[in-house]
């Protein structure tokens, strides 16, 4: 689903970033990430997805669009 480039490991048992870097308007990437997304949340409990280039609410009226989840 993607490739490790580097990792930075601070101090134990803090708070960490996944950065997943995006290749725009290419469809296998944007399902891999999905996957990325999905597996994090599940194998790690990650909670919090955000997105670059976003500023305040999402409106999701488009997105809800979709049959998926």
């Known amino acids: 689903m993607g490739t490790l ?8 048992n803090s708070p960490f970033v996944f950065y997943i870097q995006d290749a725009h308007a290419i469809m ?6 999905r996957g990325l997304i999905q597996y994090l949340q599940k194998e790690y409990g990650v909670g919090l997805i955000a ?7 999402l409106d999701m009226t488009l997105l809800s669009t979709f049959p998926e989840e």
């Open 5 to 12: 480039e580097s990792e930075f490991r601070g101090v134990e």
């Open 28 to 33: 296998d990437a944007q399902m891999n990430i």
């Open 51 to 57: 997105l670059e280039g976003a500023s305040g609410e």
